[in-house]
């Protein structure tokens, strides 16, 4: 078993920044994806970014260039920098974690509200 663990979600104007944190625990593998998905008002779940533990990241054409995703592999821990934020950005975040053993998880999610 894996628990993630989600912190930094809150209320941004637009334009404002936001960073998230996602701490993992328990049975973690070596090689692992662990990354943000989000799931706004009346929408299905999307992928924002995914950072694998060799440090290749992928994004979601909507956040390329306002967000970062970065991790310490040492604290099994992955950040989202939300920078530029939008009132579409609004959205349940998840964090996921995924491994070489197809084990998947997902944290309990925290809320991003972009408004003025």
């Known amino acids: 078993q894996v628990q993630l663990v989600e912190s930094g979600g809150g209320l941004v104007q637009p334009g404002g920044s936001l960073r998230l944190s996602c701490a993992a625990s328990?049975?973690?593998?070596?090689?692992?994806?662990m990354g943000w998905y989000r799931q706004g008002p009346g929408k299905t779940r999307e992928l924002v970014a995914t950072?694998?533990?060799?440090?290749?990241?992928n994004y979601a054409d909507s956040v390329l260039g306002r967000f970062t995703i970065s991790r310490d592999n040492a604290k099994n821990t992955v950040y989202l920098q939300m920078n530029s934020l939008m009132p579409e950005d609004t959205a349940v975040y998840y964090c996921?974690?995924?491994?070489?053993?197809?084990?998947?998880?997902w944290g309990q999610g925290t809320q991003v509200t972009v408004s003025a």
């Open positions: 950072i694998i533990s060799t440090s290749t990241t």
């Open positions: 328990g049975s973690i593998f070596s090689l692992n994806v």
């Open positions: 996921y974690y995924y491994d070489s053993r197809m084990n998947e998880y």
